[in-house]
Nanobody, 125 residues
Framework: QVQLVESGGGLVQAGGSLRLSCAAS????????MGWFRQAPGKEREFVAA????????YYADSVKGRFTISRDNAKNTVYLQMNSLKPEDTAVYYC??????????????????WGQGTQVTVSS
C-alpha cells in the first residue's frame, strides 16, 4: 500500500515562501510521476505541478508558473514543492499524489491513485 505524507504547510504573508514536502513509501518511488494538487474552500481540486519519473519533464499550472518549483529526491522517496511569491489566492489545502501506473507522465487528477492527507497553506494579504 502506497502512503504519502505531506508536510511544510502553514501561514505566510503575501510575497513569502513555503516549501512543501511529500514523503512516499510502499512501492518503488522512482518509476512513478508525482504531482501536487490543491483545493480551496468551495472550489474543486486543481492541478498545480507534476514531475515525471524520469526527471526530464515538469509541468505547471499557468497560475503558479514562474513562482512554484517541483522537484524530487528519489534517494529519499520525497517530492517537494517550493512556493515563492505567494498570493492570497494560493490559499488552499495542498495534496501530494502518485500516478497509478509507472513510466509515464500525466497531469490529470483521475490518473493519480494515491493521495496524501493534505497540508494547509494560508497566505494573508
Amino acid at each position: 500500500q502506497v502512503q504519502l505524507v505531506e508536510s511544510g504547510g502553514g501561514l505566510v504573508q503575501a510575497g513569502g515562501s513555503l516549501r512543501l514536502s511529500c514523503a512516499a513509501s510502499g512501492r518503488t518511488f522512482s518509476t512513478y510521476t508525482m504531482g501536487w494538487f490543491r483545493q480551496a474552500p468551495g472550489k474543486e481540486r486543481e492541478f498545480v505541478a507534476a514531475h515525471s519519473w524520469s526527471g526530464l519533464t515538469t509541468y505547471y499550472a499557468d497560475s503558479v508558473k514562474g513562482r512554484f518549483t517541483i522537484s524530487r529526491d528519489n534517494a529519499k522517496n520525497t517530492v517537494y514543492l517550493q512556493m515563492n511569491s505567494l498570493k492570497p489566492e494560493d490559499t488552499a489545502v495542498y495534496y501530494c499524489a502518485a500516478d497509478r501506473l509507472p513510466l509515464r507522465f500525466v497531469v490529470t487528477a483521475g490518473e493519480y491513485d494515491y493521495w496524501g492527507q493534505g497540508t494547509q497553506v494560508t497566505v494573508s494579504s
